[in-house]
C-alpha cells in the first residue's frame, strides 16, 4: 500500500505540479518524515494528585495507514445547455493509504473505482426515449484529513479521474461508447466524516466537477456528485 501511495503523489505532481502550488507544501511534509525530520508536539497532561495541569513535549511517530472504501450516492451532472437532466445512481469502492502528518491530520490517497452519470429524457422527431447515462472512472484523490475531535473529521482537495467507459441504456437497452468523453476529469472532493471505531468510518461527501466531461461536444456538462459511504483500515 505504501507504493500506491508512492505512485499517487507522484502522478499528482506531474499532472498538477505547476498549477497549484499547495501540492508542493504538501509534498514537503510528505517527504520530510523520510528525511528525520519529526516535529515535536506539546500536550497538556493533567496531574490528577496534585491537582495541576503541565505542559509536555511528546514526540508522535508517523506512520503509514491502509484500508477499503465503498459508498453509494447521487449523481448528477450540471450543465446550462443541456435540458432535462435527472440524478443516477453512483457508486465507489477501492482502496485508500495515508500517512500522519501531525496528530490530529493526515495525507490521504486512493485507487478507487466510481460510477458517475446522469438520466436525461430526450424528445426528438416526435419520440421520446429516456437515456441513462453511466460514466465508469479510476479515481485518484490526495486529500487533507483533519480531526476536530477524536471521532469527527473533516477532508478536502483534488481528485483526477481517469476515464475507462462509458455505458448509455436507452429505454433499457444497453450501448457502450467512449466517443467524446474527457479522459481526465478534475475535481474537488470535501465532506465530514465519523469515527465508529477505531478501525471503521462512516463518511459523507460532494464531488465537484472542474472540467467538462464531454470533450469538444459544446454540452459543457460537469460532474457534480453526492456520497455516503464507509471505510475499513486494514492496518491502524
Do not use: C
Not at 475507462?164 to 433499457?172: F, L, T
Amino acid at each position: 500500500m505504501k507504493h500506491l501511495f508512492y505512485l499517487n503523489i507522484l502522478f499528482f505532481a506531474m499532472v498538477k505540479i505547476g498549477k497549484n502550488s499547495i501540492l508542493l507544501f504538501m509534498l514537503f511534509l510528505l517527504n520530510s518524515g523520510f528525511w528525520g525530520f519529526n516535529p515535536l508536539f506539546s500536550q497538556e497532561l493533567t496531574d490528577e494528585k496534585n491537582g495541576y495541569i503541565k505542559k509536555e513535549t511528546i514526540r508522535k511517530e508517523r506512520s503509514f495507514y491502509y484500508g477499503i472504501i465503498s459508498g453509494i450516492g447521487l449523481a448528477m451532472v450540471s450543465s446550462h445547455q443541456k435540458e432535462n437532466t435527472n440524478p443516477h445512481i453512483g457508486y465507489k469502492v477501492g482502496f485508500i493509504s495515508g500517512y500522519d502528518l501531525f496528530p490530529n491530520a493526515t495525507l490521504e490517497t486512493g485507487l478507487i473505482v466510481s460510477k458517475k452519470g446522469f438520466n436525461e429524457k430526450i424528445n426528438q422527431q416526435g419520440y421520446s426515449f429516456k437515456v441513462a447515462n453511466s460514466f465508469y472512472y479510476a479515481d485518484l484523490p490526495l486529500v487533507l484529513r483533519y480531526a476536530v475531535k477524536p471521532d469527527i473529521f473533516f477532508y478536502a482537495g483534488p481528485q483526477i479521474s481517469v476515464f475507462i467507459r462509458h455505458v448509455a441504456k436507452v429505454d433499457g437497452d444497453k450501448r457502450g461508447s467512449s466517443d467524446g468523453v474527457s479522459l481526465l476529469n478534475y475535481s474537488l472532493i470535501f465532506g465530514p466524516g465519523y469515527s465508529v471505531s477505531e478501525k471503521i468510518q462512516i463518511t459523507a461527501g460532494f464531488e465537484f466537477g472542474l472540467n467538462t466531461l464531454d470533450a469538444g461536444k459544446g454540452f459543457a456538462l460537469y460532474h457534480r456528485n453526492m456520497y455516503a459511504g464507509i471505510r475499513v483500515f486494514l492496518s491502524r
